[in-house]
T-cell receptor, first 111, second 114 residues
Framework: QQQVKQSPQSLIVQKGGISIINCAYE??????FPWYQQFPGKGPALLIA?????SEKKEGRFTISFNKSAKQFSLHIMDSQPGDSATYFC??????????FGAGTRLTVKP | ETGVTQSPTHLIKTRGQQVTLRCSSQ?????VSWYQQALGQGPQFIFQ???????GRGNFPPRFSGLQFPNYSSELNVNALELDDSALYLC?????????????FGAGSRLTVL
């Protein structure tokens, strides 16, 4: 069922560095692309989202870059902090109710 | 404003048994979606409920069923449990059909099937 491919599976970044997570999709019917952050023992929480008619969206240290022709989108975390250590999921919405998630990226930010 | 609450947090069942998981949606939200998250994987859409009716279903067999109540809370029922049903079951609420993009997740119910 998962139609969103996410990479890398895990990522280790030094404090202050840039974390980059990539996702690719095939289904052009997807109409909304959010990123979720999940801490251990918690449910995923919406971090930032973008629609396919926009190429970039920035909220604080978090930026989504979206390439519609390549069917790829990515999350950039600037000035990464130890508190950003979590699992990140990209997702794509299908048919207004079905959110398809990537397999997740475990980010570790070393102090 | 209360968030999404789920119960129980953990439970253990044996193959063939039945289980019911419960979810209270966030205040002001009228739509509930259920997701299954296997270990090390992303959540997979099971189904969504709106106005007490199923409004979309993922690739899950009929032994996965649900209910939504007038107060917008919801139940997920799984019959004839299989070992592969072991997972974290997440409930997410949203404000309406068009707002289903803004999902507020609960912490989940972790089911272990032995």
């Amino acid at each position: 069922q998962q139609q969103v491919k996410q990479s890398p599976q895990s990522l280790i970044v030094q404090k202050g560095g840039i974390s980059i997570i990539n996702c690719a999709y095939e289904n052009t019917a997807f109409d909304y692309f959010p990123w979720y952050q999940q801490f251990p023992g918690k449910g995923p929480a919406l971090l930032i989202a973008i629609r396919p008619d926009v190429s970039e969206k920035k909220e604080g240290r978090f930026t989504i870059s979206f390439n519609k022709s390549a069917k790829q989108f990515s999350l950039h975390i600037m000035d990464s902090q130890p508190g950003d250590s979590a699992t990140y999921f990209c997702a794509a919405r299908y048919n207004n109710n079905d959110m398809r998630f990537g397999a997740g990226t475990r980010l570790t930010v070393k102090p | 404003e209360t968030g999404v609450t789920q119960s129980p947090t953990h439970l253990i069942k044996t193959r063939g048994q039945q289980v019911t998981l419960r979810c209270s949606s966030q205040s002001g939200h009228n739509t509930v979606s259920w997701y299954q998250q296997a270990l090390g994987q992303g959540p997979q859409f099971i189904f969504q409920y709106y106005r007490e009716e199923e409004n979309g279903r993922g690739n899950f067999p009929p032994r996965f069923s649900g209910l939504q109540f007038p107060n917008y809370s919801s139940e997920l029922n799984v019959n004839a449990l299989e070992l592969d049903d072991s997972a974290l079951y997440l409930c997410a609420s949203s404000s309406d059909l068009s707002g289903a993009n803004v999902l507020t997740f609960g912490a989940g119910s972790r089911l272990t099937v032995l």
